[in-house]
């Protein structure tokens, strides 16, 4: 895929790139980063307890979540935000809970480290993407390899006996 804005404004090229973006990649970092809230959910509603977002998530994080909450329900519309903090989490914040909280997570992922590391190598990217900028060869890669990684997490997690997947 070549930078369409290297080129004169064709709207048809501009549209066409968003396809292959969204077609390719968006769904990917999508999905990613929504698995992520539920494994962080389902792990961490084990190892600590229901209560866990209270417990051990940094308390600029669980403010950032309420502002987040707090503009989606003020919005004219509003919109639903979901029911947990979580969901009104941006990704580079769900990195910091995997990190600060990665004893939690290293006996059900023991690559756990790898998963870190791929989400800060996708935060700019994810960024470049909802901005239609150009994702690069290696931002494309970097996706991919997070939502591998994502789903290693997932199916790993489906033959553990003590865990199960659950939404927030």
């Not at 403010?63 to 329900?73: F, G, H, I, P, T």
């Not at 979901?82 to 995997?98: A, D, F, K, Q, V």
């Amino acid at each position: 895929m070549s930078d369409f804005r290297l080129a004169s404004f064709d709207e048809k090229a501009l549209l066409s790139y968003g396809k292959v973006l969204g077609r390719n990649y968006y769904w990917k970092v999508f999905a990613s980063e929504n698995i992520l809230r539920i494994v962080i959910n389902s792990v961490l509603s084990v190892q600590v307890d229901a209560d866990w977002w209270l417990k051990v998530v940094d308390h600029d994080i669980v403010c950032d979540a309420k502002d987040v909450r707090q503009n989606y329900l003020s919005a004219i519309p509003s919109r639903d935000p979901g029911r947990h903090g979580i969901y009104c989490t941006y990704l580079s914040r769900l990195e910091r809970i995997l990190f600060k909280n990665r004893g939690s997570f290293i006996y059900y992922l023991p690559n756990v480290d790898d998963l870190i590391v791929s989400l800060n190598a996708v935060l700019l990217p994810r960024n470049l993407m909802g901005h239609m900028n150009h994702l690069t060869e290696s931002d494309r890669r970097k996706i991919g390899e997070l939502y591998g990684l994502c789903e290693n997490a997932v199916d790993r997690l489906k033959k553990t006996t003590n865990i199960q997947l659950k939404y927030p």
